[in-house]
């Protein structure tokens, strides 16, 4: 919008050049008009005409003294004045103060018609050129940060080369990063744990919009907390990497530190885990790109190692083996018929050390492996406890291309625990409770006491592991096996030593002992007397 002031104190000439110039023809969108230099001066400020028009001599203020409160001001449009004959002698005086034009009155329509015109087209030059040195300026601004990380990526994907040592020297300096060629530098790499399954969920994300903001407040954190020079950029497999100059006094351990409260601050915030990966050493370019390489290595290693998710694990009590339980498809499968959720997910607790067996070098590995080995448990459901599910069978692609969302120990042990457990469920729904396991043992046990059962031959009859068998025993007899037929045999001993015709040691062979000592200890145990003792006893109550 094209803007003028018309600023003149004598009312006839004021509302002849308001009303009477076409300025729309002449490209003007507003005609403001002011009777005296005070009121000019307050219309301009408040509305920043593009042009002036303003007669020289006015009461109070003058034009002159107008120009100059508008200089002082910055106004920085453009100005024509306006006087009688007698008063050219203010011509000097106007130019001196930046007008561009000064006409004499009677005003001529076409001399004000080319001022006019003059003026304006300068205003739009001046505007153009301004906003073309703007865009320059904010597109250079805009570009450096990409300048810098395509500089960078190159110096980290590649090993240093001698031929364009000194121009890639130059470009850093341009790029206030010439610090990157000297002293101690601490390197990171932060990637987002399971980005891929994060940004495909339906409310989520986009990739791009999440790596940027996880990206911002990682720089953000940095600059608030790290008091020397740092860098920070996306890296081309969708990493944020930050390099850290140390200070002299400080060591790699505070820099360490730092990154750590920086990653754990930065997840808290964005509600996401992150995983880190560092390394120091001595800048320069050709230390840049190896830099990387350790910082990616440790990187991957945590990922694929799980360290925090080992160090939860270690001495809660897993009960015997449970890695070994997790390499035992039949094993598991026991769990996952007979077990509680808790059982499933304490047991999985030891999937780190599991892992650790299978001695993976990178994500992707551990990926396949995990899918390998649902498929394995899966695969033995259906022949051990006649899991008629097959929806996984007929289309593996499913349960890969949803392990691959996740790229970290942790998170793939939680995905393979809630396979686990889904599978369960639907085993247990088609199959009998674990009570008919123990009823069928317990029928067993009382029908062949007298033979030497072992807990292995009742497991075989039963169709699972002794392990399992005997923790069903303890569950739901509040005894394990070897405790459950001790007691139903000595049950039937105290019934035999009513008989008179047996003899103690023979009574133990009906029950299934064949040292009679050892017999009658565990009697002994049991009752708080001997066999003998016992008979006695009901004899003399009989008496």
Known sequence: MVRILIVDDEREIRNGLVKQIPWSAWGVDEVLDADDGDTALELALAHRPDLIVTDIRMPRMSGLKLIESLARERYDGDTIVVSGFDDFHYAKEAFKLGVSDYLLKPLDKNDLFKAVTVALRRRREKNESELSSSLIRQGYESAVPKIREELLRQLIGRPYREEPGARTEH????????????????????????????????SAPGKDALLAEVGGALAQTIAAQHPGRYVSFRSEQDEWIAILEQARADGAESCEDLLEAVRERVGNVLQIRLDLGEAAGEGGLHQLSELYRRATDSLVSRRIQGIEAAEETSGQGLGEQPEYQLANARELVEIMKYGTEKDIRETMAAFPKLAKSWEVRHPKDLQQRTFEWLLDIFRTAQKTAGWKETSWEKHPIALWEHLERFDTLESLRQQATEQLLKAAESIKAQSGSRSQIVDEAQRIIHERYQENLTLQMVAERVHVTPVWLSKLFKKETDMNFLEYLTDVRLKNAADRLGDLRYKVYQISYMVGYQDPVHFAKLFKRAYGCTPQEYRNSRSLRHE
């Open 171 to 202: 470009k850093l300096g341009q790029l206030d990063l010439a610090w990157l060629l000297d002293g101690q530098l601490q390197f990171a790499v932060f990637g987002i744990d399971s980005l891929k399954a994060l940004t495909l969920e339906p």
